[in-house]
């Protein structure tokens, strides 16, 4: 089977690095011609279906599946009771526990909604209806719905998430000026266009694996590991992603128990979580609380910050959504204290969402210094301004570069700030109220080694081959434009081929690591190509160029000559059919060199090589402001954002184009977590019970206002080799704070728990 | 999906016929019954499709009034010149409920037979206890996450709220349903729980509605219908109200008025204590504002539902200042 068909664009408008060039993979999308994880026509393929507990907390006493075993076309039914034979497989980090067993369908209920059986037919249909045969016999014990729950303690400190300096609290009661608030956001959910679920095929013991993934290296491991078969004998493929926004980085459970039921039945299966199972399959963003106080002077100096943070984890792992995360960076403050505990509640373990740790953060901190503002009755931005800091005050570093300052000045600007009336309920149109906030935001320039191949070919088409992923974000865009870039050819000249555990490997599409990373990689490679064929060009004695005396060759207009024209002029085809050459193949990473095989695997399938913001010199980080104009209508509490202004300091931008839709995605995510996106769960059984599109609501086309993206960046060489910092996950942070500032300018009515629906308002 | 077998009705008569047998279940647009055969709440073991059917897709509109076929489909209706001009809030309830891509296929009977969004409703593996669905078995509702349940309406068997739009200003303008046989106003046609909140409508096993008949009024004419939601679109109504006014000659006596509520009752909610209140009297923002908050007599909260209460009198209220001119 051909995997990736080559890939044209459309479009080359402007196709080097930094272009607006549209998008690569575009009008296979929109035609219908990418095919997703689900659509791979495999042939004789069986259907799994999960079945989930409707318990909280307890043990499978017993599953009764009789019946759902003589239903029509059932081939088989999963249990606790089976044993699947695999392993823990490694974690982010690439530990692995000796020997432990893995059991994708537990015994143990640690939460409603939990998969703990998985029937197989030969349609779809025949297993949902076998599924709801199955009679599961529990023992059922207490459970803690939330954090909010009384039995739910304080839970437990995380210390490496303990940060301070100065003294805090001394500060604090010394200040003239404090303010105090609690700072909470809900259960969030990815919500991603296209649903988890995966086709799985075995061929001896070698897997095919065709599953969204946002890091196909990493994901194969697990399978590997899981069913204890080499990593090369693991293919997982994943060309296309409709959207993962965190929740598509880890191989889950559905996918070893889609595999092990293809391995036993010795036929291909296809997994698809239901929408109401990606509620519960995999986490959300988890619940957070945090209380903040801040002291200042009487203009405004801030003296002391303390934070303290609390989010939910599951009962059976630690992840902590690190309300502290933003606090400590934004602002200059030389007392601080931060704290952060998670609080073990029966749910699943909560994921990544985008902006994880900095989003709900930044709701804290950017909520607080408006609260500030207001108090002292002084303007948000110039409040913002005079407390700018000049450097990591948390690391004691150096920023390598920091923009904010030109991000609030510039947006302020652009949305007109110095308009604003401050005095809460003081702007109105009819019977509405208008109010304007402000929210900052910042994400870390997180580092990761890549490796990327560039094959020239003998037609002149250039090969990018990565097992890098594109989920909408724009991988084959600007890899395109960067090997475009370096050899002197339009766009439609080369062709990109990602998404492959097979291909090159490359960093997480996470934590906005990835287009810093593989541009690094794919740069290098192209620049070392280029220069084996300038070394060809210029030595071999069947080239054209041979004798022009240039000791270099330019790349230009799609063709390659002496610096100064001596000489004739080739295209890239001509070339390679002079020097009677079919392809040209050249693999580089951007790993330090001398990295020994193992170290290459463990840098491309774990978190192992991830460099944090401030592990350098410098503390690098992607920053932003968004500014927020809504209108509410104060008899129905309802708010609806009437425009946004945001802008970014992201670096360099490899496509301005691309980078503003990722931006505007983010914000889009921001009004739906500021106004509408709360996860239900019912106390009396810790059951989601909105886990459907219906209910767990978020923003539609006429939720989003017009929204302007400004870039204020510069180049930061020390955060990528090309220059850009992150830009995925920063679009989100910071929207919600400056939604409900612009509520509290408007009504002057605080809400610090989101959603800010509209009983809350009325 | 349990399987079924499918019957393709080719008159109203057969379809009746057919919708007689024990577990059949009439299949129009399908929005409805597709989603809660999903869900597991609608096991039909035979599936009747009506769409075939002649002549019931007809929008007509005359002095007299609209009469609207039941297979016509709520976006035909809602951009329909005649009830755009004649039935504004009509229109308008349509164009503000589910999303383009529903209206295109979901058909005006079937909206009418739209079930609760009550989760609990929605969630039988989880929530085996629902009276609605299986009577006698419980109300999960009660005591759960209850923000979008009725406070009107309501008894001790269940709570959910009817969820649709289009009823609720059918009620208002004494709109008509057309069961072959028999007719019925929207009103009676559907019931309260009471004790038996399984039983929604007078639909009898075997009827099928047919058109819906509306008749022609100046309050029909000078109409509207508000409805408020978290999301700008594509929402189920936190509080919504369908309002029809007519003036006395003096343009500020109330001659004749409907209100009716949608998503805080049981069923399309008539406020005629409203209407009484505010006939006769001229119209102005306070007597609009006392006589509004009359909408919510007999209400009971359920807890997180408590803010309809304070909210959906202040939506009739608006509702009725913009038919009179008063904002």
């Known amino acids: ?762 | 999906m349990r399987d079924f077998s499918y019957y393709r009705a080719s008159s109203a008569d057969e379809a009746r016929h057919a919708a007689l047998q024990s577990g059949a279940m009439l299949l129009a647009g399908g929005t409805t019954l597709l989603d809660l055969a999903k869900c597991g709440v609608m096991e039909p073991e035979t599936v009747v499709d009506i769409t075939h059917l002649p002549g019931l897709g007809r929008i007509t509109v005359d002095a007299g009034g609209a009469t609207i076929g039941a297979l016509a489909k709520m976006g035909e209706v809602a951009d329909h010149a005649g009830i755009r001009a004649a039935f504004p809030a009509v229109s308008e309830s349509l164009s503000l409920a589910a999303s383009a891509q529903l209206r295109n296929m979901a058909t005006i009977g079937g909206n009418l037979l739209q079930r609760t969004r009550c989760s609990y409703f929605r969630e039988p593996d989880v929530f085996p206890a629902c009276h609605k669905r299986n009577p006698g078995s419980g109300c999960s509702a009660l005591g759960g996450v209850t923000r979008n349940h009725a406070v009107l309406g309501t008894s001790d068997t269940c709570i959910a709220s009817y969820p649709g739009d289009l009823a609720v200003a059918l009620v208002a303008f004494d709109a008509v349903v057309e069961l072959g046989g028999r007719t019925i106003s929207v009103d009676d046609f559907f019931l309260t729980p009471g004790n038996t909140p399984e039983r929604e409508t007078v639909l009898e096993r075997g009827e099928m509605i047919t058109a819906i008949t509306v008749p022609a009024s100046a309050a029909a004419k000078n109409s509207t219908y508000l409805k408020v939601r978290d999301r700008q679109s594509y929402e189920f109504a936190a509080a919504s109200a369908a309002v029809g006014l007519e003036f006395e000659a003096d343009g500020r006596t109330v001659r004749d008025i409907r209100v009716a509520l949608g998503g805080v009752a049981t069923k399309p909610w008539r406020a005629r204590n409203v209407e009484q209140a505010l006939t006769g009297k001229v119209l102005s923002p306070e007597t609009v504002e006392v006589a509004s908050r009359l909408a919510m007599e007999g209400a009971v909260s359920h807890g997180a539902n408590h803010y309809k209460i304070e909210l959906a009198p202040r939506v009739v209220a608006r509702a009725i200042l913009k038919v009179g001119g008063l904002v």
């Open chain 1, 1 to 762: 089977m051909t995997i990736m068909e080559p890939r044209k664009h459309g479009d080359a408008s402007d196709g080097t690095v930094g272009g607006r060039q549209t998008r690569f993979e575009g009008n296979l999308k929109v035609t219908g011609g990418a095919t997703y994880a689900l659509e791979y026509p495999v042939e004789g393929l069986a259907y799994a279906i999960l079945v989930q507990s409707t318990i909280p907390a307890g043990r499978v006493v017993s599953v009764d599946a009789e019946k759902a075993l003589a239903a029509p076309g059932v081939l088989m039914v999963l249990t606790p009771d089976d044993d699947m034979g695999l392993l823990v497989a490694s974690d982010w980090g690439g530990n692995r526990p000796e020997n432990q067993p893995y059991y994708p369908l537990p015994r143990q209920v640690q939460y409603n909604g939990q998969s703990i059986a998985a029937v197989v037919a030969e349609s779809r249909e025949q297993a949902v209806e076998a599924a709801r045969l199955i009679c599961i016999t529990y023992e059922q014990t207490p459970h803690v719905a939330s954090f909010n729950d009384t039995a739910a303690g304080e839970g437990k400190v995380m210390d490496n998430l303990t940060s301070g300096w100065g003294d805090a609290e001394a500060a604090l009661a010394d200040a003239p000026v404090q303010i105090e608030g609690e700072y909470s956001t809900p259960r969030e959910y990815h919500v991603a266009m296209e649903p988890h679920g995966l086709t799985v095929k075995w061929d001896g013991d070698q897997i095919t694996v065709w599953e969204p993934s946002q890091w196909s290296h990493g994901m194969a491991r697990s399978y590997s590991e899981w069913f204890g078969i080499p990593y090369e004998n693991v293919r997982l493929i994943s060309p296309f992603i409709g959207g993962g926004f965190g929740s598509k980085g880890a191989a889950l459970a559905h996918g070893a128990v889609a595999a092990f039921a293809s391995r036993k039945l010795g036929r291909p299966v296809k997994l698809a979580l239901t929408r109401p199972q990606n509620f519960t399959n995999y986490g959300g963003r988890a619940a957070t609380r945090q209380r903040i106080k801040i002291g200042a002077t009487e203009d405004g100096i801030l003296q002391a910050i303390v934070h303290r943070g609390a989010s939910e984890t599951s009962t059976y792992a630690d992840w902590p959504e690190q309300t502290g995360a933003a606090t400590p960076i934004l602002y200059k403050v030389e007392n601080f204290s931060s704290q952060h505990r998670v609080v073990p509640v029966n749910a699943v373990t909560p994921g990544a969402l985008r902006g994880p740790g900095k989003n709900p953060s930044a709701f804290g901190i950017e909520s607080a210094m408006e609260e500030l503002a207001y108090k002292l009755g002084m303007d948000p931005l110039e409040l913002r301004l005079k407390n700018y800091a000049d450097h990591d005050y948390q690391s004691g570093k150096p920023w390598s570069t920091r923009r904010l300052r030109e991000a609030l000045t510039e947006g302020a600007e652009a949305f007109g700030w110095s308009k604003r009336s401050h005095e809460p309920r003081s702007m109105r149109d009819g019977n509405q109220l208008i109010g304007w906030g402000i929210g900052c935001g910042t994400f870390p320039v997180i580092q990761a080694p890549s490796e990327a191949m560039i094959r020239i070919l003998g037609n002149g088409r250039v090969e990018v081959v990565s097992g890098a992923i594109d989920m909408g974000q724009g991988t084959y865009t600007i890899l395109a434009q960067t090997a475009a870039e370096v050899f002197g050819i339009p766009v439609d000249q080369v062709e990109v081929h990602l998404g492959d555990s097979r291909l090159p490997g490359a960093a997480i599409a996470g934590g906005s690591m990835l287009a810093g990373s593989i541009l690094g990689a794919v740069h290098k490679a192209a620049t070392a190509a280029r220069d084996e064929l300038i070394g060809l060009a210029l030595n071999d004695e069947k080239s054209p160029l041979r004798d022009t005396g240039a000791n270099t060759l330019t790349f230009s207009g799609g063709r390659i000559a002496a610096p100064r024209d001596q000489g004739p002029s080739l295209t890239l085809s001509e070339l390679m059919a002079a020097l009677g050459r079919d392809e040209i193949e050249i693999l580089r990473n951007t790993l330090p060199e001398g990295a020994t095989a193992q170290e290459q695997h463990q840098a491309w399938t774990s978190m192992a090589k991830v460099q944090g913001p401030t592990m350098g010199e410098y503390s690098m980080h992607s920053w932003c402001a968004h500014f927020a104009e809504v209108r509410v209508d104060e008899d129905f509490g309802t708010v609806r954002v009437s425009r946004i202004v945001s802008a970014f300091d992201c670096g360099r931008l490899y496509n301005p184009r691309l980078v503003e839709s990722q931006w505007r995605g983010g914000i889009i995510m921001g009004i739906g977590q500021a106004l509408l996106e709360e996860g239900l769960v019912d106390q009396r059984n810790g059951r989601t019970v909105n886990g459907n599109m219906g209910d767990y609501l978020v923003p539609t086309n006429a939720d989003v206002p017009h929204i302007e993206v400004i870039s204020v960046g510069v180049p930061d060489y020390g955060a990528s080799a090309l220059g850009g910092k992150g830009v995925g996950e920063v679009g989100i942070v910071g929207v919600a704070p400056a939604i409900a500032n612009a509520v509290f300018h408007a009504t002057g009515k605080r809400v610090r728990d989101l959603p800010i629906t509209l009983e809350k308002l009325i």
